[in-house]
């Protein structure tokens, strides 16, 4: 599957921001993948930011961003949704979307077969 992220973009601190990632191409249907959403910062590993099951039944959020950070899908548009608020400086990284077909460890980067080409978020203090 090909996914492309989009909605980054430069916002100050407090804002917010939505960023989607819808996939495309023909192998499994989008409704079976576990969607998630990773950040990388300047000099910083890729980390986990949250995800959610192919039914959206269950979400995943990392402690940073839990109660300030949302994930939904809409498997009719083959989009996953990331609604970023209450944004802070320390947010500002670049935004890749991947999916995984097992959904055997969400918080995995490992686990995701499939990443879009990222999407650049800076948060302004």
């Known amino acids: 599957v090909q996914l492309q992220a989009s909605g980054g973009g430069l916002v100050q601190a407090g804002g917010s921001l939505r960023l989607s990632c819808t996939a495309s191409?023909?192998?499994?249907?989008?409704?079976?993948?576990?969607m998630g959403w990773f950040r990388q910062a300047p000099g910083k590993e890729r980390e986990f930011v949250t995800a959610i099951s192919w039914t959206g039944g269950n979400t995943y959020y990392a402690d940073s961003v839990k109660g300030r950070f949302t994930i939904s899908r809409d498997n009719a548009k083959n989009t996953v949704y990331l609604q970023m608020n209450s944004l802070k400086p320390e947010d500002t990284a670049i935004y890749y979307c991947?999916?995984?077909?097992?959904?055997?460890?969400?918080?995995?980067?490992?686990?995701?077969?499939?990443w879009g080409q990222g999407t650049q978020v800076t948060v302004s203090s």
């Open positions: 191409g023909r192998t499994f249907p989008f409704s079976s993948y576990t």
């Open positions: 991947a999916a995984d077909r097992l959904g055997v460890n969400p918080r995995g980067s490992r686990t995701y077969e499939s």
